[in-house]
């Protein structure tokens, strides 16, 4: 018999050598990959950021100049100016107003036959909160008769609580902490299916800015005031930065009222206004556990805060004013230019006086605007938080420090996105939660809360709400926000083009249109101030020539204005597109009829204003070429929704995506 030789492989160790190599080069693969994807993820949420700040300074500023425009006011009587004046006049005034609000009758507001929506019947009971539930999930409308009275109820019980609500574990089995939720129905929505809708057994305590950005900011305020009327020992609220109507104005929740409430508009936004001052400004549970929005300062006094008014200051972002200011000199009488604009005159000679707050009064307002603006950040110290425009930034010494004082174990607060829904700084003593998801873009972050039993111990539950992103991989969720990021930072590079240009030219003195990777990323923080690793989105904004420098005209050349102006000078076009947002809001104010049209003089009287504020060197003879340039119908005046379609920056060519 014939033997057959058999063709040996390699011994069993040498195959077990080689699987264990491939598993670790996989590994290492997939690790990196990881890594890359996570930085990707965090310089996305990054650019994010560091916009949305840029846009809460540019708020700050506008909130300055609404005082300059109203100090411009002839305030005639019988015009319809009285709804601009109380949105931004002294809280003295505010208050004189508000008792006009208390004289409101909400059953002379007539529901029609019509309405076939949710009727609510005051007290409420729980079979009211189910309701409201059911009926806004399937995206129905509640009458403003049924909002007016919420609200004025709403306002009676908020006026009856402390400063700081004090909490205990000992009265229910654990407390639910939920951040910003930014008009994200569905976040909220999400919360209760998950943790249970507040009841007796639920307590729940959610930590301001429930307004702006989203869609459902009504719907969410109606939800939890009711849910407060019902559970007033179950569910509280503290303020937020975005409690504020002046905030409200950028960031959408005004247009988002006036656009479902129409003629009962006004009157909702007065009473929030009121609302808004009286919501409690922080909590404190089980005397050890600090909760409030933003942060804390080196200054903050939690015994001051407890003793305030605190619905002295409706809007925390209008600063304290000196006794008498100057206005713009005598430069002869009055000129009324319609309807719309009479309270707004570029001739003004009047000097007003304006009451000075004093200096206990000013300190009031400093602990205010810190406990709801303030970040944490790693170093020590309390500085000033430029980055946002108001609040400071407070380092863990200035953190161990007051709970020192007060005896505390830990302060929890909001108002920062966090990639995870929540984040843990200053040695675990500050929590961040956050609980709107996809606050940016569909992917960009998880949504979170947080639950405290008796032994304080934090315990987070993430989600993600999606309609879309469970059918992409988490590459493409990555690659979706990226490109929607570095989309408006080239935006934002557009706007700001020949400031720019003016910058990158002092390096390039022989005009070869390169500058080194150093001086392009020198001259874009110059210009943007937005404190982001510019050398490593270089790559993504500009075209790099062979030699390695920076061919910097290429960070616009993708970008162009849909409807150009030919008759208006190009650094006019410009500036209107950097600062159509702003523009957008006053016109809004002046506009107060809803028609969407202004007058060419009122919109002249205003950029004067405007540009006079923020010392915008545009003569006079360029806006007349403007105005004559958008009046299309040659009657003196300007559809508004067609002046700011002229300055939306488009891209030329389809954009590619990045990997």
Same mark, same amino acid.
């Given at each position: 018999?014939?033997?057959?030789?058999?063709?040996?492989?390699?011994?069993?160790?040498?195959?077990?050598?080689?699987?264990?190599?491939?598993?670790?080069?996989?590994?290492?693969?997939?690790?990196?990959?990881?890594?890359?994807?996570?930085?990707?993820?965090?310089?996305?949420?990054?650019?994010?950021?560091?916009?949305?700040?840029?846009?809460?300074?540019?708020?700050?500023?506008?909130?300055?100049?609404?005082?300059?425009?109203?100090?411009?006011?002839?305030?005639?009587?019988?015009?319809?100016?009285?709804?601009?004046?109380?949105?931004?006049?002294?809280?003295?005034?505010?208050?004189?107003?508000?008792?006009?609000?208390?004289?409101?009758?909400?059953?002379?507001?007539?529901?029609?036959?019509?309405?076939?929506?949710?009727?609510?019947?005051?007290?409420?009971?729980?079979?009211?909160?189910?309701?409201?539930?059911?009926?806004?999930?399937?995206?129905?409308?509640?009458?403003?008769?049924?909002?007016?009275?919420?609200?004025?109820?709403?306002?009676?019980?908020?006026?009856?609580?402390?400063?700081?609500?004090?909490?205990?574990?000992?009265?229910?089995?654990?407390?639910?902490?939920?951040?910003?939720?930014?008009?994200?129905?569905?976040?909220?929505?999400?919360?209760?299916?998950?943790?249970?809708?507040?009841?007796?057994?639920?307590?729940?305590?959610?930590?301001?800015?429930?307004?702006?950005?989203?869609?459902?900011?009504?719907?969410?305020?109606?939800?939890?005031?009711?849910?407060?009327?019902?559970?007033?020992?179950?569910?509280?609220?503290?303020?937020?930065?975005?409690?504020?109507?002046?905030?409200?104005?950028?960031?959408?929740?005004?247009?988002?009222?006036?656009?479902?409430?129409?003629?009962?508009?006004?009157?909702?936004?007065?009473?929030?206004?009121?609302?808004?001052?009286?919501?409690?400004?922080?909590?404190?549970?089980?005397?050890?556990?600090?909760?409030?929005?933003?942060?804390?300062?080196?200054?903050?006094?939690?015994?001051?805060?407890?003793?305030?008014?605190?619905?002295?200051?409706?809007?925390?972002?209008?600063?304290?004013?000196?006794?008498?200011?100057?206005?713009?000199?005598?430069?002869?009488?009055?000129?009324?230019?319609?309807?719309?604009?009479?309270?707004?005159?570029?001739?003004?000679?009047?000097?007003?006086?304006?009451?000075?707050?004093?200096?206990?009064?000013?300190?009031?307002?400093?602990?205010?605007?810190?406990?709801?603006?303030?970040?944490?950040?790693?170093?020590?110290?309390?500085?000033?938080?430029?980055?946002?425009?108001?609040?400071?930034?407070?380092?863990?010494?200035?953190?161990?420090?007051?709970?020192?004082?007060?005896?505390?174990?830990?302060?929890?607060?909001?108002?920062?996105?966090?990639?995870?829904?929540?984040?843990?700084?200053?040695?675990?003593?500050?929590?961040?939660?956050?609980?709107?998801?996809?606050?940016?873009?569909?992917?960009?972050?998880?949504?979170?809360?947080?639950?405290?039993?008796?032994?304080?111990?934090?315990?987070?539950?993430?989600?993600?709400?999606?309609?879309?992103?469970?059918?992409?991989?988490?590459?493409?969720?990555?690659?979706?926000?990226?490109?929607?990021?570095?989309?408006?930072?080239?935006?934002?590079?557009?706007?700001?083009?020949? &400031?720019? %240009?003016? =910058? !990158? @030219?002092?390096?390039?003195?022989? $005009? +070869?249109?390169? *500058?080194?990777?150093?001086?392009?990323?020198?001259?874009?923080?110059?210009?943007?101030?937005?404190?982001?690793?510019?050398?490593?989105?270089?790559?993504?904004?500009?075209?790099?020539?062979?030699?390695?420098?920076?061919?910097?005209?290429?960070?616009?050349?993708?970008?162009?204005?849909?409807?150009?102006?030919?008759?208006?000078?190009?650094?006019?076009?410009?500036?209107?597109?950097?600062?159509?947002?702003?523009?957008?809001?006053?016109?809004?104010?002046?506009?107060?009829?809803?028609?969407?049209?202004?007058?060419?003089?009122?919109?002249?009287?205003?950029?004067?204003?405007?540009?006079?504020?923020?010392?915008?060197?545009?003569?006079?003879?360029?806006?007349?070429?403007?105005?004559?340039?958008?009046?299309?119908?040659?009657?003196?005046?300007?559809?508004?929704? &067609?002046? %700011?379609? =002229? !300055? @939306?920056?488009?891209?030329?060519? $389809? +954009?590619?995506? *990045?990997?």
């Amino acid at each position: 018999m014939g033997c057959g030789t058999s063709v040996r492989t390699g011994s069993p160790a040498k195959k077990s050598e080689r699987a264990i190599r491939a598993a670790i080069l996989i590994q290492r693969w997939y690790r990196c990959s990881v890594a890359r994807l996570e930085v990707r993820r965090r310089c996305t949420l990054s650019i994010f950021q560091s916009i949305e700040y840029a846009e809460e300074q540019a708020q700050l500023q506008l909130a300055t100049f609404f005082t300059f425009m109203l100090d411009q006011c002839s305030h005639p009587s019988g015009t319809g100016t009285d709804w601009i004046s109380h949105l931004f006049h002294s809280s003295s005034e505010c208050l004189k107003s508000s008792e006009a609000h208390e004289q409101l009758e909400y059953s002379k507001v007539e529901v029609p036959d019509s309405y076939h929506g949710l009727r609510l019947s005051f007290p409420l009971a729980t079979s009211d909160t189910n309701a409201l539930l059911h009926a806004f999930k399937k995206q129905q409308f509640l009458h403003a008769r049924y909002v007016i009275q919420l609200l004025h109820e709403t306002k009676k019980f908020l006026k009856q609580l402390p400063n700081i609500i004090h909490l205990s574990t000992s009265n229910c089995k654990e407390i639910t902490i939920c951040g910003d939720l930014h008009g994200k129905l569905d976040d909220l929505l999400l919360i209760f299916y998950k943790n249970g809708l507040p009841s007796g057994e639920n307590t729940y305590l959610f930590n301001g800015d429930f307004v702006d950005r989203g869609q459902n900011s009504m719907e969410i305020l109606v939800i939890l005031f009711a849910f407060l009327l019902v559970y007033p020992n179950n569910l509280h609220l503290n303020r937020g930065n975005h409690e504020d109507h002046i905030i409200n104005l950028r960031y959408g929740f005004t247009k988002e009222v006036m656009l479902k409430y129409k003629s009962h508009g006004p009157i909702i936004l007065k009473l929030l206004q009121d609302i808004y001052s009286w919501l409690p400004l922080a909590t404190i549970i089980d005397s050890k556990v600090l909760v409030l929005h933003g942060g804390i300062a080196d200054t903050t006094d939690l015994d001051l805060l407890s003793s305030i008014e605190r619905n002295k200051f409706k809007s925390a972002v209008r600063p304290p004013r000196s006794k008498t200011e100057s206005r713009l000199g005598d430069a002869g009488p009055r000129r009324e230019v319609g309807p719309k604009m009479s309270h707004l005159n570029s001739q003004v000679h009047a000097r007003r006086a304006t009451p000075e707050l004093s200096a206990a009064e000013h300190k009031e307002w400093k602990q205010v605007i810190n406990i709801l603006w303030s970040d944490p950040r790693k170093q020590k110290g309390c500085s000033p938080n430029n980055f946002r425009g108001g609040g400071c930034y407070f380092g863990p010494d200035v953190t161990s420090k007051l709970l020192k004082k007060y005896n505390l174990k830990m302060l929890v607060r909001s108002h920062e996105c966090k990639q995870e829904g929540y984040e843990l700084c200053h040695d675990g003593k500050v929590i961040t939660i956050f609980s709107a998801s996809n606050y940016y873009e569909e992917g960009s972050n998880r949504g979170a809360y947080l639950k405290l039993r008796s032994d304080l111990v934090p315990r987070f539950v993430q989600y993600q709400v999606s309609k879309c992103t469970r059918k992409l991989t988490l590459q493409q969720r990555v690659s979706m926000a990226e490109e929607a990021a570095v989309r408006s930072l080239r935006e934002k590079l557009y706007a700001h083009r020949s &400031e720019l %240009l003016a =910058a !990158f @030219r002092k390096y390039d003195q022989e $005009e +070869t249109g390169r *500058i080194s990777s150093s001086e392009w990323a020198s001259a874009v923080e110059s210009v943007l101030n937005l404190d982001l690793p510019w050398r490593t989105l270089r790559s993504r904004l500009v075209r790099l020539a062979s030699d390695g420098n920076v061919e910097y005209l290429s960070c616009f050349e993708d970008l162009k204005m849909e409807q150009p102006i030919k008759q208006v000078q190009p650094n006019l076009v410009e500036t209107l597109y950097r600062y159509k947002t702003d523009l957008k809001i006053i016109f809004n104010i002046i506009d107060k009829d809803h028609s969407g049209l202004i007058s060419i003089e009122e919109f002249r009287q205003t950029w004067k204003l405007f540009s006079s504020h923020l010392q915008i060197n545009i003569d006079d003879a360029a806006i007349d070429d403007l105005a004559r340039a958008i009046d299309s119908n040659k009657d003196g005046s300007i559809d508004f929704n &067609e002046f %700011l379609e =002229a !300055f @939306r920056v488009v891209q030329k060519f $389809e +954009t590619k995506a *990045i990997h």
